[in-house]
């Protein structure tokens, strides 16, 4: 059984960076899913951030430009998130997920996903 | 861009079936997913490529995309059932979330 855990800060100042990893547990990078990033706001819906294959393919959101660089790591099973110069307008719970399978025809959406973790962008 | 629109909120009473749209340019040519979210926990999927149900979702979920709609129903809605429904779909390399409906089962 799959277990995704994400880990980082829970506070970052304004114009700092956000540096999540997500550990992977029961299962492989390898495996042909999409490692997917989503965060939901205080009180607002869910918003996707991005998505890395195990060849290293990306795909960002490009509500946020070029802030966001997705990464993974298969020698250590985890992938990882970076967004910079983060404003409050950031906070949100942070999830990864996995992206069962490839589109169009075989994706089965994001079925597993992490507990979440709170960042918070304050001085 | 491509958008989702989904109504805030939808109420039900128990027992009866309730019905989530979500509304997007062509929607009917992409594949749409659902997400059930419940408050202090992480979402679930409770419907794929549009009516596919993924292991352990009751079968009263039900899930159709035609046009420009997509449509979660859910029959015989039970109180387990109220929480906040997103939909999903795939435009342009960019995955796009509706922006949810809040299910009240009363």
């Known amino acids: 059984q799959v277990k995704l855990q994400e880990s980082g800060p829970g506070l970052v100042k304004p114009s700092g960076t956000l540096s999540l990893t997500c550990a992977v547990s029961?299962?492989?990078?390898?495996?042909?899913?999409?490692w997917t990033w989503v965060r939901q706001p205080p009180g607002k819906g869910l918003e996707w951030i991005g998505e890395?294959?195990?060849?290293?393919?990306?795909n960002n959101n490009p509500s946020l430009k070029s802030r966001v660089t997705i990464s993974i790591d298969k020698s250590e099973n985890q992938f990882s998130l970076k967004l910079t110069s983060m404003t409050a307008a950031d906070t949100a719970v942070y999830y990864c997920?996995?992206?069962?399978?490839?589109?169009?025809?075989?994706?089965?959406?994001?079925?597993?996903w992490g507990q979440g973790t709170t960042v918070t962008v304050s001085s | 861009s491509f958008e989702l629109t989904q109504p805030p909120s939808v109420s039900v009473s128990p027992g009866q079936t309730a019905s989530i749209t979500c509304s997007g340019d062509k929607l009917g040519d992409k594949y749409v997913c659902w997400y059930q979210l419940k408050p202090g926990q992480s979402p679930v999927v409770v419907m794929y490529q549009d009516n596919k149900r993924p292991s352990g979702i009751p079968e009263r979920f039900s899930g159709s995309n035609s046009g420009s709609t997509a449509t979660l129903t859910i029959s015989e809605t039970q109180a387990v059932d109220e929480a906040d429904y997103f939909c999903q779909a795939w435009d342009s390399k960019t995955e796009v979330f509706g922006g949810g409906t809040k299910l009240t089962v009363l």
């Open positions: 997920a996995r992206g069962k399978g490839t589109r169009p025809y075989y994706y089965s959406g994001l079925d597993v």
């Open positions: 029961g299962g492989s990078l390898s495996s042909s899913n999409w």
């Open positions: 890395i294959y195990h060849s290293g393919t990306t």
